[in-house]
């Protein structure tokens, strides 16, 4: 499972009873520490794995919740409580242990040195199993009487366990009887206790609340849920809002990954609860202000680039200082600034997380709000209706020195490693579809670059079609770290500017060392399956940690990794390039005395290269659909703003749906601009040949 790594944040565990499992990790950014006033929302979120014993705060399937919460502004309080087999664990230990824990909130937020008070909004998360804790602890704790301090503004349960009794005849959980050992006996024996524990019993609830389920959830089926929502709604109370989210492609980890449905309950959270609660609204700013932002500037408003630091790779110094890893280029975690994320809503997640890192940052009214904030106000104006189909689009800035390579070829400047996109892996499993992508080769013979690259730098996508799996795996098992055998394996492309490759997810790549716009799902999952070209661990346990924190990232172990990651016919595809390989020059879709018009990318993404030459004039009328872009090369204007290769602040744009743009040279040299627009489909593409 992902868990976060605590060298990112402020971290401290809270200890809410005298058992080894009644405790809470406080976790927050440390900017809320050092701001000294009050901690305007927190997020107290119990984990599933149907109570029991092995699944604990720390391995079950949370997905990116915890970090996502804290990409939203709150403090977020991870709660472990006694479970099923443990002393005081299972009904009704583990549920009082639950109600103790929201209560003792106010305190354990205090001895982090945080300030808790009555205008701090709490909403309580929980997922499986976990969101049973969390329906539990706000309505039936409540309706017993309990000591209440702390009475939440929303619950939010994610695929809960609602009705004890319905779900022991269904058979819930893989063996069938998770719910019989919590409960100590079945509904027959314990009928009064399983009346008891049913969230469905405890209507109406106290509080607001949010109920989530996914139509391929086999977990917690949303047959099992219905009546509780059905019952919840027509209970409500007046002075609570009840809602229901029902998400019809989502499985049961889906929902709680940023790559399927977290986004989209984060967002019926905030409108729920208030923006002002948990991103202290916006810095001031509300949905009028982005409205009147694109009215004074037609639809169109530039950003400032959001740098992502990595620590497998150097780049040419293009987005920053970044060819070496040297202590004057690298940041506190020893990562390089290597990749511009284009408008984006994603949060990069690197093994020591930055919760801010990946996110675009605009200016509305002189304020500034992130991409993905702004898309929460007003996401209706600013990208139409494609708010789940804007794809995250990178420069990335790949190079560094040439390193001594165990390959026939000589010293070579590394690629990014030999990876694969499958899904991020929870609780042992990936959770697919993966992330699709592909790269485009912009030329970098003009201002700025000024490279010498064309024929001289090689790409390595997908296996040898004579490759067997018993190769891939003895590379995996025995050179991560240690050798350069994996990087035999894959086929070597020589790059050409002006072209385009589709990677499809579960194919192995190792881009190459060219400056390349990408485009791909928004999601930032990955395995890793070789190291870095030229590079070797210094020891057997050097090599071991990074195998296990960027190779396996919780798979158990190499086999496991093939099986999961790695699809075989796709690799070694005797037409993989016929298939995924496009020369954009061939077919430009318009051209005039003003320039040319080509497209970038195919199959399931859609972008545009404008090359204006000096002088000329381009206008692209208006569509439904919003489009981000760059300026690669040259200067120029795009309606009321001006834009300019040598100054980042005039590179980057977005041109809202409906909203007509027109781009003029006003420079000595060709003004390239390319754009990148909602992604077309997210099913897996169809290899053909054009």
């Known amino acids: 499972c992902r868990t976060l790594n605590m060298a990112a944040f402020d971290s401290l565990r809270y200890e809410y009873g005298s058992q080894p499992q009644q405790f809470m990790r406080v976790i927050n950014t440390t900017n809320q520490r050092s701001s000294n006033k009050a901690v305007q929302a927190v997020a107290l979120v119990f984990h599933g794995g149907y109570w029991k014993e092995k699944y604990t705060v720390d391995s079950a399937g949370l997905g990116d919740m915890p970090a996502y919460l804290l990409e939203c502004g709150y403090v977020v309080i991870m709660a472990e409580y006694r479970r099923t087999g443990q002393p005081g664990g299972g009904w009704p230990g583990t549920f009082q242990d639950a109600s103790n824990a929201l209560q003792a909130i106010p305190k354990a937020v205090t001895k982090a040195g945080l300030i808790f008070t009555e205008t701090t909004s709490v909403t309580v998360f929980g997922h499986s199993a976990g969101g049973t804790l969390a329906l539990w602890c706000t309505g039936a704790a409540y309706k017993q009487k309990d000591q209440i301090a702390i009475l939440p503004n929303l619950v939010v349960a994610i695929s809960p366990v609602t009705d004890f009794v319905e779900g022991a005849r269904q058979g819930l959980s893989d063996d069938g009887n998770a719910i019989q050992n919590f409960m100590g006996g079945t509904p027959e024996e314990l009928g009064d206790d399983y009346r008891k524990a049913s969230p469905i019993n405890s209507l109406p609830l106290p509080v607001s609340a949010l109920i989530v389920c996914g139509l391929k959830d086999t977990d917690v089926p949303f047959v099992h849920i219905q009546p509780y929502i059905e019952e919840a709604l027509s209970k409500a109370l007046s002075e609570t809002r009840i809602e229901s989210m029902i998400e019809e492609k989502a499985d049961h980890f889906s929902l709680v990954q ?67 890893f040297s202590e004057e280029k690298v940041d506190s975690r020893g990562y390089l600034p290597v990749e511009w994320w284009i408008m984006s809503k994603t949060s990069a997640l690197n093994d020591i997380i930055d919760p801010a890192e990946g996110l675009t940052m605009l200016q509305i009214q002189g304020k500034d709000i992130t991409f993905r904030d702004a898309v929460i106000l007003a996401g209706d104006a600013l990208v139409g209706t494609y708010q789940d189909d804007f794809p995250l689009t990178k420069i990335l800035d790949i190079g560094g020195h040439p390193s001594s390579t165990s390959l026939d070829s000589g010293p070579e400047i590394p690629p990014i490693p030999c990876h694969v996109h499958a899904g991020d892996v929870i609780c042992g499993q990936c959770q697919g579809p993966g992330k699709l992508e592909a790269y485009f080769f912009p030329p970098v013979d003009i201002h700025p670059y000024n490279l010498d690259l064309d024929g001289k730098v090689k790409t390595r996508l997908g296996l040898r079609p004579t490759t067997s799996e018993k190769e891939v795996i003895r590379c995996l098992k025995c050179g991560f770290a240690i050798d350069d055998s994996m990087y035999t394996l894959l086929n070597e492309f020589h790059i050409r500017p002006n072209t385009n490759w589709t990677i499809p997810t579960h194919v192995i790549h190792a881009p190459g060392p060219w400056p390349t716009f990408e485009i791909q799902f928004p999601q930032d999952d990955y395995n890793l399956l070789a190291w870095k070209l030229g590079s070797r661990a210094k020891s057997e346990e050097e090599a071991s940690e990074l195998k296990k924190t960027y190779q396996l990232r919780g798979l158990a172990d190499e086999t496991e990794l093939f099986k999961q990651t790695i699809n075989m016919e796709r690799n070694t595809d005797t037409q993989f390039e016929d298939h995924w390989f496009r020369d954009c020059q061939k077919h430009p879709l318009d051209s005039g005395t003003w320039g040319r018009l080509i497209r970038l990318f195919h199959y399931n993404f859609y972008g545009e290269g404008l090359e204006i030459v000096p002088g000329g004039k381009y206008t692209r009328p208006a569509t439904e659909k919003p489009y981000a872009g760059i300026v690669w090369s040259g200067k120029g204007t795009i309606e009321r703003h001006e834009l300019d290769v040598d100054d980042m602040s005039k590179r980057e744009f977005l041109v809202a749906p409906g909203h007509d743009a027109t781009f003029v040279n006003t420079g000595d040299g060709l003004l390239l601009i390319y754009t990148a627009f909602p992604i077309i489909s997210f099913d897996s593409p169809q290899p053909k040949i054009v």
């Open 258 to 324: 940023k790559s399927g449905s977290l986004p989209k309950i984060m967002q019926k959270v905030l409108e729920i609860t208030g923006f002002e609660t948990a991103k202290g609204s916006y810095t001031g700013l509300q949905r009028e202000d982005i409205l009147l932002e694109l009215k004074q500037n037609k639809g169109v408003l530039l950003s400032k680039p959001a740098i992502v630091y990595r620590p497998s790779y150097a780049g040419r110094n293009i987005i920053a200082p970044n060819s070496e």
